[in-house]
Nanobody
Framework: QVQLAESGGGSVQSGGSLRLSCAAS????????MSWFRQAPGKEREGVAG???????DYADSVKGRFTISQDNAKNTLYLQMNNLKPEDTAMYYCAASSTVGCYFQLLRSSTYTYWGQGTQVTVSS
């Protein structure tokens, strides 16, 4: 069983930066894929950024060049560095994990993941 806990959310002005963290209870090899998702009011949940245990990454087009996903295996922690934030980035952000090898092919698909955190709120004002 994997437990995930997000932190680092908050309120920031447009153009600012935030770094989200997700502490995981599982080891490196039990987390083949990890991702960040977000859901804004009235919108569907969308995949923002994903990373495999080997370090391969994928990003939603809306955040490419602004967000960076990374992981510290020694600390069992996933990060999302968010720069040049925009009001449209306002949402509840969730981290997710999958232990299956097939997750590599659908990093940003919600159904890929079986473990989810409780979420952390990000609010960007103009």
């Amino acid at each position: 069983q994997v437990q995930l806990a997000e932190s680092g959310g908050g309120s920031v002005q447009s153009g600012g930066s935030l770094r989200l963290s997700c502490a995981a209870s599982a080891t490196t090899y039990s987390r083949n894929c990890m991702s960040w998702f977000r859901q804004a009011p009235g919108k569907e949940r969308e995949g923002v950024a994903g990373i495999t245990s080997g370090g391969s990454t994928d990003y939603a087009d809306s955040v490419k060049g602004r967000f960076t996903i990374s992981q510290d295996n020694a600390k069992n922690t996933l990060y999302l560095q968010m720069n040049n934030l925009k009001p449209e980035d306002t949402a509840m952000y969730y981290c997710a994990a999958s232990s299956t090898v097939g997750c590599y092919f659908q990093l940003l698909r919600s159904s890929t993941y079986t473990y989810w955190g409780q979420g952390t709120q990000v609010t960007v004002s103009s």
